[in-house]
């Protein structure tokens, strides 16, 4: 897409960016975690993304980058925290990835009826199609993905009002089964719902009046707050402590027993945006890959493209996915959706925490550092709240130290004719694989 998008498709790319696979079983999941008060939880997570948002489309407005959060730490704190930020994304996308293929896969296995052990196949065959699609190259063009948007938007829309008058507030009580440290770790797991906005951010080089970056984003945090704020009352007031037993929420809401064809609607719908979500993530991640080697992080190998297309990069990456997958069917108790969810928004916490660090350092007004403050704080908190589940970024930021201690990484390679000269930025993210 060449530069010149305006509000109305910023708006639907950020609404895009921050709308995953994981609001197919987050809510579910915020519910088992904390019972009714997961909407005390979800209260607290979309003041915080308010801010969130506000901060990076300020970073936006000020520093148009397609590079994300890792440029702006970059410029704010240097190379080594930088590279820090790219290998936390690099290795965060394949365990979302599996996470998101698992859930699609279980929405498809109760449509079809099937056993549970269908479930793995079609997992398999999700993960296939997603890194296939990358290794020959191919990219969801912005109008596919605007489309795919809508499709995921109308669907939430319909749950909302198909299950809003079946809404019981018996099943509120009682409030707080689990108490404040349930509420706690629902906030945890919830994180990822509002992961995405630095997606604002990362579109300012292309809308045509940086002043439609702060409309973009205040518009499409309205669209999440309504969207979310729904699903999230009709989960605990229609399907109460069943919420926290079912794989399938969505498809409780909006597939009552007197319509089951909604049931593969939703199935389809729900594959169909996993998939399509999916690609462009690994997309980002194997291009991250492609930078990080190319500044020495990473084995240089990765750093050669084909076609422009950094294959090497996705098979590491598929290679990855592959073993994760294969972690969770060999230890499914253990290695659950949940726990790669917690995993997953552990690494996102943190590179979204130092984004807003970078926001408190780079932002010209004491308003806006303020804001950008108070938002680190409470990303610190939530990060904080992960427990166990920080052991993963503690281990990638152990590995790049150790990296760039035995290696000192060289200059970026200067450019040659033909090359693909947008695989040069440092860590390109979901939002920029779109507009390609």
Known sequence: ???????????????GAVLGPGVLVLPAMAVRAAGPASLLAWAALLC???????????????????GGVAAFTRRAFGDRTADVVGCWLFAAVPVGVVAGAIAGARYTTAALNAPARTALGVTVALLAVVYLANVVGLHLSARVQLVLTAVLIGLLVAVVVAAGPRVNLDRMTPFAPYGIAGVGSAIAVLFVAICGWEATANLSAEFTDPRQVRRAAMASL??????????????????????????VPLMRLLAPADR?????????????????ASVTFVA?????????????????????????????????????????????????????????MRTFAAMLACVTLLGLAAAVRLLPTRRQRLNAGVAALAVAAVAALSGQFLLAPAAVVVAVLIRRR???????????????????????TAMTAVLR
Request: charged share 10%; net charge positive; with cysteine.
């Open 1 to 15: 897409m060449s530069a010149g998008i305006g509000t109305a498709r910023g708006t639907a790319l950020c609404v």
């Open 48 to 66: 915080v993304s308010a801010q969130i948002a506000t901060s990076f489309a300020a970073l936006g407005t000020r520093y148009p980058d397609s």
């Open 222 to 247: 309205a669209v999440i707050v309504v969207l979310y704020t729904g699903l999230a009352w009709c989960t605990v007031g229609v399907l109460g402590d069943e919420a926290g037993s079912t794989t």
């Open 260 to 276: 089951p064809w909604m049931a593969a609607v939703v199935a389809m719908a729900a594959v169909l945006f996993t998939v399509a």
């Open 284 to 340: 980002a991640g194997a291009r991250a890959g492609l930078s990080l080697a190319r500044h020495g992080i990473l084995p240089a190998r990765l750093a050669a493209t084909h076609n422009g297309a950094p294959r090497r990069s996705v098979l590491v990456q598929a290679a990855a996915a592959a073993l994760v997958a294969a972690a969770a069917a060999g230890a499914p108790h253990v290695i659950t959706v949940e726990a790669l």
């Open 406 to 428: 035995r290696t000192r990484p060289p200059a970026p390679p200067h450019p040659r004719a033909g090359d693909d000269l947008s695989s040069l930025h440092p860590y390109p």
